[in-house]
């Protein structure tokens, strides 16, 4: 079973760093960076929690190439982020997206590839679901908060928690803004990538595999 399974990542590996695998993985990236530009926000959370469904091309990479590709286009993704759109972070926020959006995608890839059936897919998704919240969680508490704090409060936590209370009444300290706007906001945006993943994953992998 070792010998299979170390076999079987020199393969994935070889697709990967082919020209016909760097082709998809940067086609992937493409397309990932494009569905992080149509983000949007929803009306019940803060504001600055914007939608988007960028990591669906990384789950679907890694699905067909294995996780090394997931790493990849989320890498890629971000990078092109940091180039195009200018968030204001100073790489800070694509840094806290790459962290989320690998821990989200890897696991996923890791248990499907190992068994490409539908219950492993399903198994892979709940795992990434819970190493995602976990990942946003810490990232937000520790990192992201601050940071923001500094960067467009002077540091004064009291008025951002005013804005994040403006959408949630129950929001009254960072604690509370990870448990009522942090946590749901990621188990439904990995909900709604998964659902689209095993909606669509079946009828674009032969496109990826040839």
Known sequence: MVGQESIRKQVLSRKIFSLSGIVKVGLLSAIAFVLMLLEFPMPIFPAFLKMDISDLPALIGGFS???????????????????????????????????????????????????????????????????????????????????????????????????MAAANKNITNVKLYVLYAVIPFNVIKALVTSFITLLIYKRVSPIIKK
């Not at 790489?91 to 997206?97: D, K, Q």
């Not at 989200?104 to 492993?120: E, M, Q, W």
């Not at 940071?147 to 409060?153: D, I, N, P, S």
């Open 65 to 163: 190439l294995g996780p090394m590709a997931a790493i990849l286009i989320q890498l890629i993704k971000n990078i092109f982020h940091i180039i195009f759109k200018n968030d204001g972070t100073g790489g800070v926020g694509n840094l806290a997206n790459f962290i989320v959006g690998v821990s989200f995608t890897v696991p996923a890839a890791i248990v499907y590839i190992r068994s490409k059936t539908r219950r492993n897919a399903l198994i892979g998704l709940v795992l990434g679901t819970i190493l995602l919240v976990v990942c946003s969680s810490l990232a937000n508490y520790y990192v992201l908060i601050p940071f923001y704090t500094k960067l467009y409060f002077d540091g004064n936590l009291e008025n951002l928690l005013a804005v």
